[in-house]
T-cell receptor, first 112, second 117 residues
Framework: EDQVTQSPEALRLQEGESSSLNCSYT??????LFWYRQDPGKGPEFLFT???AGEEKEKERLKATLTKKESFLHITAPKPEDSATYLC?????????????FGSGTRLSIRP | DTGVSQDPRHKITKRGQNVTFRCDPI?????LYWYRQTLGQGPEFLTY????????KSRLLSDRFSAERPKGSFSTLEIQRTEQGDSAMYLC???????????????FGNGTRLTVT
């Protein structure tokens, strides 16, 4: 069964303290891995899509990487406004109707 | 703003009542999804439309739940005879065509928070 696991569940960092969030997946035929940011009371906001192992994407203080089994979201010198839940999702299978499966997220808190 | 719009933002209902939510996707997107999210969890897939056709439904979607997308535009999600376990955030998302076999990302609305008392 397709599965997405995120770790840690929660992470508290000091402002400026870099770290990484992990997303491990077991799927057949990965067609895309997605990272989202979600603020309390709002819907997930799209950050990145990664399609194949070795691919990397960057946006401001965030950098996403992908291997055949996992993805990392690296956050460099975070600021308090980076505090949010970060969700990883995968779409597998070769049908256009294949659903996108989400992990449970990592709650990131940045202290000033 | 041409993002995904959901209405209402909040709904409080008594157990046993019916509720209906509406989603207006991004206009050029042909795919529309409904997800449910409870506190501390990621979104769980409920159902998916391509244009007006409902192509997939999750086993989570009991026969009390029904979704429609008339004319391939907006969508409605109805829950009949609500139960306390239906309390959750209901999220709608839309996406465009895949390009060269690569999956397009979902773009989410801000959800409808349902509380069943």
């Amino acid at each position: 069964e397709d599965q997405v696991t995120q770790s840690p569940e929660a992470l508290r960092l000091q402002e400026g303290e870099s770290s990484s969030l992990n997303c491990s997946y077991t799927v057949s035929g990965l067609r895309g891995l997605f990272w989202y940011r979600q603020d309390p009371g709002k819907g997930p906001e799209f950050l990145f899509t990664l399609y194949s192992a070795g691919e990397e994407k960057e946006k401001e203080r965030l950098k996403a990487t992908l291997t055949k089994k996992e993805s990392f979201l690296h956050i460099t010198a975070p600021k308090p406004e980076d505090s949010a839940t970060y969700l990883c999702a995968v779409q597998a299978g070769y049908s256009s109707a294949s659903k996108i499966i989400f992990g449970s997220g990592t709650r990131l808190s940045i202290r000033p | 703003d041409t993002g995904v719009s959901q209405d209402p933002r909040h709904k409080i209902t008594k157990r046993g009542q019916n509720v209906t939510f509406r989603c207006d996707p991004i206009s050029e997107h042909n795919r529309l999804y409904w997800y449910r999210q409870t506190l501390g969890q990621g979104p769980e897939f409920l159902t998916y439309f391509q244009n007006e056709a409902q192509l997939e439904k999750s086993r989570l979607l009991s026969d009390r739940f029904s979704a429609e997308r008339p004319k391939g535009s907006f969508s409605t999600l109805e829950i009949q005879r609500t139960e306390q376990g239906d309390s959750a955030m209901y999220l709608c998302a839309s996406s465009s065509h895949d390009h060269r076999g690569r999956r397009s990302p979902l773009h989410f609305g801000n959800g409808t928070r349902l509380t069943v008392t």
